[in-house]
């Protein structure tokens, strides 16, 4: 669609507002190599959590994404939905509170960020609120933003960013599937209580069947650890169950998925949902049996 453009913005940099889906996707490949090309990259920037988050949750919001191209080339997008909560109208990173961070995705150097925020000024009256939330330090985004936005003299808040878990493997490639965390003394008890018990197992799913049975199997043990207390499990909800299976079709094949079983004789005991990107895994979810709790069967996944 057409959009007014910021006037002191960058001459060479132009905005287009995208607020249909299906126009989204067909910037799936473009969205994905600029992630590519980003110095800090997440999963959680890639087109297909974002697609799974709006197969699951896109129905309480409206896409609002920015799109800013150089002499007509894609060089940034700045991916937003709008929603009203509260009878305000409310801009904020598309997958929000569902991924562990946010970020733009491409370039944002201080002349993209600056003519964003100019953009976005401009045309006000579309929203009460931007929240620009879980922009990891580690990305540069967060400090042009902050710096960007003093100079234009907009007003903003900063929040504590939630500091999420991830393990970055820096050796070299040949040896990456060998590598192991070492495991501290603590850990040994626990080991020799499971194998007493008939065996110690800790192991990735490389099978798609079993890894989606083992998903749903999370799922129960999530709902089983927060049964009966002030916060119950999400995947009650049938909206969050969709999320994560729709994660596992759209990652599945390209690797992403990093699935993991603890199990005590063959039983099945802890669970966790991770991802892999970029040579980085990232702790997404997991969840174990409460008559373990003691031995921290969870553990074993970090």
């Known amino acids: 669609m057409n959009s007014p453009q910021p006037k002191d913005a960058a001459s060479a940099l132009k905005i287009e507002l995208i607020q249909e889906v299906e126009s989204l996707a067909a910037l799936s490949d473009q969205w994905n190599s600029l992630v590519t090309g980003q110095s800090f990259k997440t999963i959680y920037q890639t087109w297909g959590f974002h697609k799974s988050w709006w197969h699951a949750f896109g129905k309480d919001y409206r896409p609002f994404v920015l799109v800013v191209k150089r002499?007509?080339?894609?060089?940034?997008?700045?991916?937003?939905?709008?929603?009203?909560?509260?009878?305000?109208?409310?801009?904020?990173?598309?997958?929000?509170?569902?991924?562990?961070?946010?970020?733009?995705?491409?370039?944002?150097?201080?002349?993209?960020?600056?003519?964003?925020?100019?953009?976005?000024?401009?045309?006000?009256?579309?929203?009460?609120?931007?929240?620009?939330?879980?922009?990891?330090?580690?990305?540069?985004?967060?400090?042009?933003?902050?710096?960007?936005?003093?100079?234009?003299?907009?007003?903003?808040?900063?929040?504590?960013?939630?500091?999420?878990?991830?393990?970055?493997?820096?050796?070299?490639?040949?040896?990456?599937?060998?590598?192991?965390?070492?495991?501290?003394?603590?850990?040994?008890?626990?080991?020799?209580?499971?194998?007493?018990?008939?065996?110690?197992?800790?192991?990735?799913?490389?099978?798609?069947?079993?890894?989606?049975?083992?998903?749903?199997?999370?799922?129960?043990?999530?709902?089983?650890?927060?049964?009966?207390?002030?916060?119950p499990s999400k995947f009650c909800a049938s909206d969050n169950r969709a999320f994560y299976l729709d994660l596992f079709q759209n990652l599945w094949s390209e690797n992403h998925i990093c699935m993991m079983l603890h199990a005590v004789d063959r039983v099945p005991v802890a669970c966790a949902l991770n991802f892999e990107h970029d040579g980085t895994i990232f702790h997404y979810t997991l969840s174990y049996t409460s008559f373990f709790a003691k031995r921290s069967p969870g553990a074993f996944f970090v």
């Open 71 to 231: 002499n007509s080339a894609v060089v940034t997008i700045v991916p937003l939905v709008k929603t009203n909560e509260s009878g305000g109208k409310i801009i904020q990173f598309w997958g929000s509170p569902n991924f562990d961070y946010h970020d733009i995705i491409g370039e944002s150097s201080p002349e993209i960020i600056r003519t964003v925020l100019l953009y976005l000024n401009q045309i006000k009256s579309d929203w009460t609120t931007i929240q620009f939330d879980q922009i990891s330090e580690r990305s540069g985004t967060l400090a042009t933003l902050e710096a960007a936005a003093d100079k234009l003299n907009l007003t903003w808040i900063k929040r504590e960013t939630d500091r999420c878990h991830y393990f970055e493997y820096g050796g070299p490639q040949d040896k990456q599937t060998e590598f192991t965390l070492r495991k501290g003394r603590n850990y040994k008890k626990a080991v020799n209580h499971f194998n007493r018990m008939g065996g110690f197992e800790l192991r990735r799913i490389d099978d798609l069947i079993e890894a989606q049975g083992l998903l749903q199997h999370l799922f129960h043990l999530h709902i089983d650890r927060w049964k009966g207390t002030p916060s």
